[in-house]
């Protein structure tokens, strides 16, 4: 492991700098300059996040105006899935690993829990019950390993692939984005939003979201996410290598 656990603690960059260190974090994987990496980061602008092919949608550029008429200029990012919203009121976690993989696509789960059951573990060690992983059905960007409070989704997930350069070994970086502030209402407004100006009918809804700081409004999270990382770290340490 060639992260120092008292390193780990929340980074405020812009989106595009948030992003651009997830990057930097799987690059340092790929290039076997390590073998696990771990950043923790909220924005301090805003910006709608989306992968690169909603470019070809019609109606695009139309949607880019009109999202940024209201302050939320698109950005993109290597992922799949729907557009999500990044802004201080979101705190983005990404865990980086090198990994030997078989043919079985059961990696794939592997990496989805190695990142959601600590996290789940985290927010019941914070007081919070009924706390689990699984899709929300109405909520953005919607997948089988989201962090649910009460089946509605706290935390999305993600993850990417990559070779590790001279290895067979394989480079993943397993990403979740939890919405800690602000109301589901207004971060679901922008991506329904979007969807209008594309032309696409599909609506999400904010009763599917739930905000960390509507279960605990007293809670600090520059405080309480290093026990989250340190929990990831640990779990690493003990079980992948």
Not at 25 to 51: K, N
Not at 61 to 90: H, K, M, Y
Not at 172 to 196: F, K, S
Request: hydrophobic share 45%.
């Amino acid at each position: 492991m060639n992260a120092s656990l008292e390193t780990f603690e929340l980074q405020r960059p812009a989106v595009e700098a948030g992003l651009a260190l997830e990057e930097a974090l799987l690059e340092t994987i790929c290039q076997g300059e390590s073998r696990f990496g771990l950043v923790a980061w909220s924005p301090t602008d805003r910006a709608l996040v989306m992968p690169r092919r909603h470019e070809r949608v019609a109606g695009f550029p139309e949607a880019r105006r009109i999202l940024l008429d209201r302050g939320w200029p698109i950005r993109f990012r290597a992922t799949g899935g729907t557009p999500v919203p990044q802004s201080p009121a979101v705190v983005n976690v990404a865990l980086a690993l090198r990994c030997q993989v078989g043919s079985s696509a059961a990696h794939l789960e592997w990496g989805y829990r190695r990142l959601g059951e600590p996290w789940c573990a985290w927010l019941e060690a914070l007081g919070i019950q009924d706390v689990d992983l699984g899709s929300v059905p109405g909520a953005y960007c919607d997948g089988r390993f989201n962090v649910r409070i009460g089946g509605r989704k706290l935390a999305g997930t993600a993850q990417r692939w990559r070779r590790v350069r001279g290895s067979r070994d394989m480079a993943m970086l397993a990403h979740g984005a939890m919405q800690v502030g602000d109301t589901p209402e207004a971060l679901v407004a922008v991506v329904n939003a979007y969807q209008a100006a594309i032309g696409d009918p599909q609506r999400f809804a904010a009763g599917s979201h739930v905000a960390l700081g509507q279960v605990l409004p007293e809670l600090d999270v520059d405080v309480a996410l290093p026990k989250l990382l340190h929990g990831l770290a640990s779990l690493v340490s003990c079980c992948v290598f």
